[in-house]
């Protein structure tokens, strides 16, 4: 089993910024892809973004490039999500996910996905 837990959030004004870390813990060496995912009040689960575990491999959505960065403390089996130029609409659950399975299939998609974190709330006031 894999255990994520993430910290970070908080309320910031627009414009502003934040970093949310993802600790990962146990059988870390069954993980590929580790990944963000987010949820604002009444919509669908959305995916932000997503590393390799070795750090070799990034990937953002288009509405967050340029303003996120997601990287890795291969140390620390952490992952981050440098969140700046904040806008309202990024408020939302942030979840940090980690798979099993490789690069290459859907990245994007939640079902991929094999263990996820409690998540933590961004609130981005306008």
């Known amino acids: 089993q894999v255990q994520l837990v993430e910290s970070g959030g908080g309320l910031v004004q627009a414009g502003g910024s934040l970093r949310l870390s993802c600790a990962a813990s146990g059988r870390t060496y069954s993980l590929y892809v580790m990944g963000w995912f987010r949820q604002a009040p009444g919509k669908e689960r959305e995916f932000v973004a997503a590393i390799s575990w070795t750090a070799s491999n990034t990937y953002l959505v288009d509405s967050v490039k340029g303003r996120f960065t997601i990287s890795k403390d291969n140390a620390m089996n952490t992952v981050y999500l440098e969140m700046n130029s904040l806008k309202p609409e990024d408020t939302a659950v942030y979840y940090c996910?980690?798979?099993?399975?490789?690069?290459?299939?859907?990245?994007?998609?939640?079902?991929?996905?094999?263990?996820w974190g409690q998540g933590t709330q961004v609130t981005v006031s306008a």
């Open positions: 996910a980690g798979r099993r399975s490789d690069w290459s299939t859907s990245l994007g998609d939640g079902r991929m996905y094999d263990y």
